[in-house]
């Protein structure tokens, strides 16, 4: 697998454009990075940037990124509402695949030390790249923020971890490591009270609020027998909160940094703060995602929003993001367009989907044309998909049906499953079109030499293999769908019994047409006991398949 890792530095800069695109032309300058989000604010005059790339070619981006900002940002003169201590205040390096977290420490190491000695910036590690407890937390670290380093630096236990040990007036300090995934996140507070932002940021976060005797504001601090505070802490595991006001909305925030949202989600953090606006007399009225997110995070929190109106969560995926937009208000403030702020979505290559990214009709023409592909393996991807697709959509009715409101979740199951089904069998769409052009591809390979002529075979018989277990895995996902859509001809909305028929036939054809393309490709491989055995389970499928077709023919036309 490629190591990949994301790189989301944050530059004290928000407001004068050309010099955000000056660093950022500078990240995309080298080869092998892909820059994924620049998202400036005014009012904290911060812009957070995200970009992903080989290992290497990150650290390099995000060194010539550090120094165009050094050459251009005067932190003498910067303002904003975000905490900072530098020109490139923090520059976090997070593994995406391939690569461990020990590896991406590595590599932030590399970064610091070469901030630190080339460019004569003070660079401190943070999380898991720095090994001194005391020093992991990124708030801790910048705590006095570039007001009061020139007098912290100087301090024994704040000596940076490269770099000089005096604080640059013009630069400041840059903070440099590796984390987990975290998702930058504001809720929305109808106040312009910072007072009362922090209120309700010390009633959610995990450190709490300060401990105090008799008010809890005013209160003499209550401290342990170190003589360190004491805490108590708030609602929310893995979160970092802070209140403040933002002029350019004219509202005040709740600023989070959700740090694992296997721990605490969005949704719940969202709800939360919902929840400790009321108490305290406050209402919330949207929230606004800072960079990107995991695409996990949105699906789970459309679906959790569905949960409590008592609705099918079988929908496409699409629409589960559409329902978490609108009920976290995340469209409040700005357009949240999800191709721009999902992160799989930006790492997507379009042109594994291709075709079914077409219209209907274009996809008819390119079936028709003279062009052998797409051939009879994706177009029985697509039959399975429709199969699949009318199961679901038979789910969802009944989900949803009046006199039916005890029964949604049983449906909601089934409507799932129904889902993940068709969209698995819609990728294997271009994926068998993919697979017949490898095969076209090996036999495109030289063959002058007895060492070329091997390696072209060798080539041609790994893609036929492959082109013979893509339309064998549409079988079993076909085959699949199929219990779904039993299951709604057998309880599901009586009015949509003949839909449910369709579905099954559709379900059937998908497993007969695939199983001509395992057959046609298996000819053709020289591992015999492969082709011997996958046509043998295929054949299985296949009588499963027609059984399962006329079984269920039979309830719908029983009910008809």
């Known amino acids: 697998m490629e190591k990949v890792i994301e790189c989301v530095p944050n530059f004290s800069e928000g407001v004068n454009r050309n010099n955000i695109k000056q660093i950022t032309d500078e990240i995309e300058k080298i080869e092998g990075i892909r820059l994924l989000n620049v998202d400036p604010g005014q009012a904290t005059n911060r812009t957070v940037v995200t970009f992903v790339g080989n290992p290497g070619a990150v650290v390099e981006a995000a060194f010539r990124a550090i120094k165009k900002a050094a050459e251009l940002i005067d932190m003498s003169r910067h303002k904003g509402e975000h905490p900072r201590m530098g020109a490139t205040d923090v520059c976090p390096l997070i593994p995406v695949s391939g690569i461990t977290m020990e590896e991406t420490v590595a590599y932030a190491k590399k970064l610091g030390d070469r901030v630190g000695q080339e460019l ?5 590690l943070y999380e898991y790249a720095q090994s001194d407890p005391a020093r992991k937390n990124l708030s801790v670290i910048r705590a006095g923020e570039y007001e009061g380093f020139f007098k912290k630096i100087k301090q024994p236990g704040w000596k940076p971890d490269f770099g000089p040990a005096d604080f640059p007036a013009k630069t400041g300090a840059t903070v440099i490591g590796a984390r987990d995934f975290l998702v930058a996140y504001n809720v929305n507070l109808n106040t312009t009270s910072v007072r009362r932002a922090n209120s309700i940021a010390f009633d959610v976060r995990e450190t709490g609020r300060v401990k105090r ?19 108590m802490p708030g609602s929310l595991k893995s979160v970092k909160a802070i209140g403040w006001y933002i002029e350019e909305y004219g509202i005040a925030q709740i600023s989070m940094n959700l740090t694992n949202t296997t721990i605490t989600p969005v949704h719940i953090a969202f709800d939360e703060v919902c929840k400790k606006a009321e108490e305290r007399g406050l209402r919330v009225t949207g929230s606004e995602l800072v ?10 929190a459309g679906k959790y929003f569905l949960n409590k109106q008592r609705r099918s969560t079988g929908v496409s995926e699409k629409e589960l993001i559409r329902i978490a937009v609108k009920s976290m ?18 790492l997507r290559d379009p042109s594994k989907n291709k075709l079914v990214n077409m219209p209907l009709n274009d996809f008819a023409d390119e079936t028709a044309s003279e062009s052998p592909a797409p051939g009879g393996g994706s177009i029985s991807a697509y039959m399975g998909t429709l199969g699949a697709s009318l199961a679901t959509m038979v789910a969802n009715l009944s989900s949803h049906k009046p006199g039916w409101d005890d029964r949604w979740e049983e449906f909601s199951r089934w409507a ?8 698995e069998l819609l990728k294997m769409v271009d994926e068998d079109t993919a697979a ?6 090996a036999f495109a390979l030289p063959k002058a030499t007895e060492d070329e002529k091997k390696a072209r075979t060798a080539a041609i018989q790994e893609a036929t293999k492959y082109a013979t277990e893509v339309p064998f895995k549409i079988m079993q996902l076909s085959s699949d769908s199929m219990e779904v859509i039993r299951a709604m001809a057998e309880t599901g909305n009586p009015n949509s019994v003949s839909d449910a028929g369709v579905g099954a036939l559709c379900a059937r054809s998908a497993v007969m047409g695939a199983f001509l ?25 296949e009588e499963q398949a027609k059984k399962q077709e006329s079984e269920i023919l039979k309830i719908v036309n029983d009910k008809l």
């Open 120 to 124: 004569n910036i003070p660079v401190y």
């Open 329 to 346: 208000g995340l469209d409040e403030l700005t357009s949240f367009k999800p191709e721009e702020r999902i992160i799989e979505y930006l």
């Open 213 to 231: 005797e008799g008010n809890p504001v005013t209160g003499k601090v209550v401290t342990d027998t170190k003589g360190n505070p004491v805490y």
């Open 517 to 541: 393309n395992v057959k046609i490709n298996a000819k053709s491989l020289a591992d015999k006991n492969f082709a011997k055995d996958i046509i043998a389970k295929g054949s299985a499928i």
């Open 436 to 441: 017949f052009n490898r095969i076209m591809m």
């Open 291 to 300: 960079g990107l997110i995991p695409l996990k995070a949105m699906l789970a």
């Open 416 to 423: 799932e499953k129904g889902q993940r089904c068709k969209d």
